[in-house]
């Protein structure tokens, strides 16, 4: 009899399963319409060269996180039996701090610097962009998911139920499906998440959800898809060298903290948003 925890990572397989239907679709779609250059091609091939650092560093990293959450599993004074209804509530919890990890990588400069520009960098969104996720990201996003261990969720069920939420955001890495009606208002959806990944001022800091959008409409970081979405960064890296893919914000956090006076100050620009500057006498 399959498990709670096998039907969940079941599911997340079926879900990575996609990208082998939109992938093609998404390359399909650019020979149509003339757009599957050299330069696209190489833009995709920038979007999947962090594949070669996660894969790496993944089995270090899994040992790690694997052994803080039976830690954390430890030292929690109750245990939660996983059963479906339980795998549910624990969905919900995961894919509420996902909201705030995401939102924290985006609003405190530090995270967006080391790691996750890497994801917004690219200027075009397909299903390769999925693989543009800096190693760094996984030295840093397990750690929001510890409380849900401490209150009695099994660590094996909270791993599961993220992986699921990663999973799940394989498809909406694409322009090939349109807007969903009132799938839009709930979910995460391609427009959605178009919507995110866009530069125009209107787009920025919006949508961060994984699976469900309600959390941004609760906190105030909802926005529908009005006009067709820039893609990128607001200062663009220009290039798709796997080195500058990775390295290009920190690079620029860095020389940041040389023009700027004061340790305090200094300190201050990895805490704030990016754009934060100290104000000058």
Same mark, same amino acid.
């Given at each position: 009899?399959?498990?709670?925890?096998?039907?969940?990572?079941?599911?997340?397989?079926?879900?990575?399963?996609?990208?082998?239907?939109?992938?093609?679709?998404?390359?399909?779609?650019?020979?149509?319409?003339?757009?599957?250059?050299?330069?696209?091609?190489?833009?995709?091939?920038?979007?999947?060269?962090?594949?070669?650092?996660?894969?790496?560093?993944?089995?270090?990293?899994?040992?790690?996180?694997?052994?803080?959450?039976?830690?954390?599993?430890?030292?929690?004074?109750?245990? =939660?039996?996983?059963? $479906?209804?339980?795998? !549910?509530? &624990?969905?919900? /919890?995961?894919?509420?701090?996902?909201? %705030?990890? *995401?939102?924290?990588?985006?609003?405190?400069?530090?995270?967006?610097?080391?790691?996750?520009?890497?994801?917004?960098?690219?200027?075009?969104?397909?299903?390769?962009?999925?693989?543009?996720?800096?190693?760094?990201?996984?030295?840093?996003?397990?750690?929001?998911?510890?409380?849900?261990?401490? =209150?009695?969720?099994? $660590?094996?069920?909270? !791993?599961? &139920?993220?992986? /699921?939420?990663?999973?799940?955001?394989? %498809?909406? *890495?694409?322009?090939?499906?349109?807007?969903?009606?009132?799938?839009?208002?709930?979910?995460?959806?391609?427009?959605?998440?178009?919507?995110?990944?866009?530069?125009?001022?209107?787009?920025?800091?919006?949508?961060?959800?994984?699976?469900?959008?309600?959390?941004?409409?609760?906190?105030?970081?909802?926005?529908?898809?009005?006009?067709?979405?820039?893609?990128?960064?607001?200062?663009?890296?220009?290039?798709?060298?796997?080195?500058?893919?990775?390295?290009?914000?920190?690079?620029?956090?860095?020389?940041?903290?040389?023009?700027?006076?004061?340790?305090?100050?200094?300190?201050?620009?990895?805490?704030?948003?990016?754009?934060?500057?100290?104000?000058?006498?």
């Amino acid at each position: 009899m399959i498990t709670t925890v096998e039907a969940v990572n079941g599911l997340a397989i079926l879900l990575n399963c996609i990208i082998f239907v939109l992938l093609p679709l998404e390359i399909w779609r650019r020979w149509k319409k003339r757009k599957l250059n050299w330069s696209a091609i190489k833009e995709m091939a920038a979007s999947v060269s962090p594949l070669i650092p996660d894969l790496l560093t993944g089995a270090f990293v899994l040992a790690v996180v694997s052994a803080f959450y039976l830690a954390a599993g430890e030292m929690s004074p109750w245990e =939660i039996p996983t059963t $479906p209804i339980s795998a !549910f509530i &624990c969905l919900l /919890l995961v894919d509420f701090m996902y909201y %705030w990890d *995401h939102r924290c990588s985006h609003r405190i400069r530090g995270l967006w610097a080391l790691y996750h520009s890497v994801h917004h960098s690219s200027p075009q969104f397909d299903q390769t962009t999925t693989f543009r996720i800096s190693f760094v990201d996984s030295f840093f996003t397990p750690w929001f998911y510890l409380p849900i261990i401490l =209150i009695g969720f099994s $660590p094996t069920i909270v !791993f599961a &139920c993220f992986t /699921l939420i990663l999973s799940y955001q394989t %498809w909406v *890495h694409t322009e090939s499906i349109g807007k969903l009606k009132w799938l839009d208002a709930w979910l995460n959806t391609p427009s959605n998440h178009r919507v995110h990944h866009g530069v125009q001022a209107l787009y920025q800091d919006k949508n961060y959800g994984a699976v469900l959008i309600v959390w941004d409409r609760i906190f105030g970081t909802y926005q529908r898809e009005e006009e067709a979405p820039i893609y990128g960064i607001t200062h663009p890296i220009n290039s798709v060298n796997p080195w500058t893919v990775h390295f290009c914000e920190l690079g620029r956090l860095w020389r940041d903290m040389g023009k700027t006076k004061g340790w305090f100050n200094r300190l201050a620009i990895w805490l704030m948003p990016p754009g934060w500057s100290a104000k000058k006498d």
